[in-house]
């Protein structure tokens, strides 16, 4: 947007005062859609302006007479300010325009492929527009353009528009392209090459709509839709639904979706309305809008050669589904639709087609994930279920329910993304039931798996020798390793279970064992033992879990003679000694226990001795022999 404080219709509307002040002749503001120039019109109109001025919108859905209201030049002695969209860049002379002020912005259509829609979006002018906008300034004379963006913004807009074909619906180009025989759009030598998504989603909806096999060819459906001055999808509905004995209908549905809305003011998003307006008498014959679209009808019944003036609009759903089989909804509640082409649609809950079950959409806004429903009509699911039949399908479907932490088994019939059926499945394929309890696994995490001391210490012990022993084949156990491979070391553990509460009885230890050959278990316990044996004959459970590596927690005089550094992996890492006073509380920490006797064990021995005096603390700890009882044994009292 431009650098503008506050309000886009409060800075044009100013912005237009200060141009009838400073400048003579009429002015002609560019703003980017209809609903910006209603609000800058009410801005203008909720002021003072001087009396020799009146404000004229000019918009592509306005009527003929507006726009020509619009157009035509101001009255001798008095100005227009004309608000205009891209409509008057370059098809229009406005007589006595001396003055244009500039938005910078316009509304332009953008194909989405992923979810083939088109959405309106509001971008920045190029340079090329930005100066086609000023020359309607004094056409006829002298003129001025005041410009709502600052000077280095300027600079840095785009030089030209971008290509048409690079945001289009490509569809009907694809549609064309295969009624010349061209199957691929890279033997036709385009300016600008069309993108392959957008090419791509239209090539798959025409094979959808049966205008091409699986070939990418034209069928005669294709060639038949062709022959109509249509978007395919109205197309394929005109044809279809006159084979289907609706094409009265059909005609009606194609003309009121080719041309602006019929209905101003109230936005009833039920076509039904609409095509109520057509049938009523009262409606008019042959002006406005209305006009436009029975034109437009008879245009269309001409040339598919359907005959008939009336028909009731109860079919309006299944005949649209011809043209929208992607855009089929499901109510979810709360005014939420799913679309069987994917993704969500959202309807007011206040409008009455909100309480239907299925609609099918024809127009929306693809603008976020839960599109906005502009037009639609209600369809049966009776309806669906007989002109969908071929494209419905059956099947199990086993999944991971993470509000109830269980596996949840159903067989539904599916249209696209939608469930028309479910119903509980008693004997799953026990493939299926492991999948989706790996499945729930991985979005609880690792932790919820029952891990116990002793297999905790077994993944310590082989990413240690991983470490140590790199070419030898020793397994992966980090946490990034076992998730991403759930399937292959625990899925074989999983038979019959299917609740998070079930996993207790899993046994972790079997399934990581059973991931190492049967000579690296050998090895495990040969080059990083569970225990290690001190010379008082002890063993100790080995600490793998540290940062600084293997540990173990021994009582002083448990080592009494050892001066050597104990190890694993073959001597490759020391294990470091905690030392601990007969009541199990540290005194040192060391891997170096020579050292230790001779630097730190005197300080060591006169604290403990005054501390425990009960306990052994030899002078010289080397020549001493280990114990586990470490109290000194009491001499006899004699009788």
């Known amino acids: 947007e431009p650098p503008v404080q506050g309000r886009l219709h409060d800075h044009m509307a100013a912005t237009v005062r200060r141009a009838l002040q400073e400048a003579d002749g009429s002015v002609l503001a560019f703003l980017p859609g209809e609903s910006e120039i209603r609000r800058t019109q009410a801005a203008l109109e909720a002021g003072v ?43 229009l002379t406005i007589e006595g325009i001396g003055v244009v002020v500039d938005s910078g912005l316009k509304r332009v259509p953008r194909f989405d492929p992923r979810r083939a829609m088109t959405q309106l979006t ?10 086609q906008r000023r020359g309607r300034a004094g056409r006829l004379g ?13 600079r840095a807009l785009p030089a030209y ?14 549609l064309d392209l295969a009624a010349w025989g061209v199957t691929d759009p890279a033997m036709v030598p385009w ?76 936005r009833d998003p039920d076509i039904r309305s609409r095509l109520a307006m057509l049938a009523s008498e009262r409606a008019g014959g042959g002006g406005g809008r209305l006009g ?24 309006a759903g299944i005949v649209l589904a011809l043209a929208y089989p992607d855009r089929i909804a499901q109510r979810r509640g709360g005014g939420r639709y799913r679309l069987s082409g994917g993704g969500g649609a959202i309807l007011d809950q206040t409008e009455a087609l909100a309480a239907e079950s299925f609609l099918v959409v024809a127009d929306l806004d693809g603008s976020s994930r839960d599109a906005r429903i502009y037009l639609a009509a209600p369809v049966a699911a009776a309806e669906i279920e007989e002109a969908f039949a071929a494209d419905i399908v059956s099947a199990e479907e086993v999944s991971w329910d993470n509000r109830e932490q269980m596996v949840v088994a159903h067989r539904q019939r599916r249209l696209g993304a939608l469930v028309l059926d479910e119903r509980s499945l008693p004997n799953p394929d026990p493939a299926l039931v492991t999948a989706a309890m790996v499945d729930g696994i991985k979005q609880m995490g690792l932790a919820a798996l029952p891990w116990s001391p002793a297999t905790s ?24 390793a076992l998730m991403a491979t759930l399937d292959q070391w625990l899925g074989p553990h999983l038979d019959g279970v299917r609740r998070a509460e079930q996993l207790s009885r899993v046994d972790l230890d079997q399934a990581l064992r059973a991931q190492l050959s049967w000579a690296l278990q050998s090895r495990l316990d040969e080059l990083a033992p569970t225990h290690l044996a001190v010379p008082s004959g002890s063993r100790i459970a080995v600490d793998y879990s540290g940062d600084g590596g293997p540990s173990l927690q021994v009582k002083l005089q448990e080592v009494f003679g050892l001066t050597g550094t104990l190890t694993v992996a073959a001597g490759r890492v020391p294990v470091t000694l905690h030392l601990l006073s007969p ?57």
């Open 49 to 91: 302006l001087p009396g020799d001025v009146r404000v004229a919108p000019l918009f592509a859905a306005l009527s003929p007479e507006d726009q020509n209201r619009a157009i035509a030049p101001a009255p001798p002695g008095q100005r227009k300010v004309v608000l205009a969209t891209t409509i008057a860049e370059t098809s």
């Open 142 to 154: 002298p003129g001025v353009c005041y410009r709502l963006w600052a000077e280095p913004e300027d």
């Open 292 to 315: 436009r679209v029975r034109a437009v009808i008879r245009q269309i019944q001409r040339m598919s050669r359907v005959e008939g003036s009336q028909e009731s609009s109860a079919a």
């Open 191 to 266: 300016l600008t090459q069309p993108p392959a998504g957008a090419f791509a989603q239209g090539v798959a909806l025409l094979k959808r709509l049966g205008a091409l096999d699986e070939t990418g060819r034209i069928t005669g459906e294709g060639k038949a839709m062709a022959e109509l001055p249509l978007h395919p999808r109205l197309a394929h509905m005109v044809h279809r639904g006159a084979d289907l004995g609706h094409g009265v209908l059909a005609c009606h549905l194609a003309a009121l979706l080719s041309e602006r809305d019929v209905m101003t003011g109230a």
């Open 122 to 131: 509001t971008v920045r002018v190029s340079k090329a527009a930005a100066e």
């Open 583 to 639: 009541a199990q509380r540290p005194i040192a920490v060391t891997r170096d226990l020579a050292s230790f006797w001779v630097n730190v064990y005197p300080q060591v021995r006169g604290e403990m001795r005054g501390r425990y005096p009960r306990h052994i603390w030899p002078e010289d700890p080397v020549a001493a022999v280990a114990v586990r009882r470490t109290l000194q044994s009491r001499p006899s009292k004699s009788r």
């Open 457 to 480: 210490t077994l993944r310590q012990r082989v990413a240690l020798l991983a470490s140590q022993f790199p070419n030898d084949g020793w397994p992966d156990f980090s946490d990034t």
């Open 161 to 174: 528009d971008e290509p048409e074909i690079l945001q289009a619906d490509l569809t009907a180009l694809a």
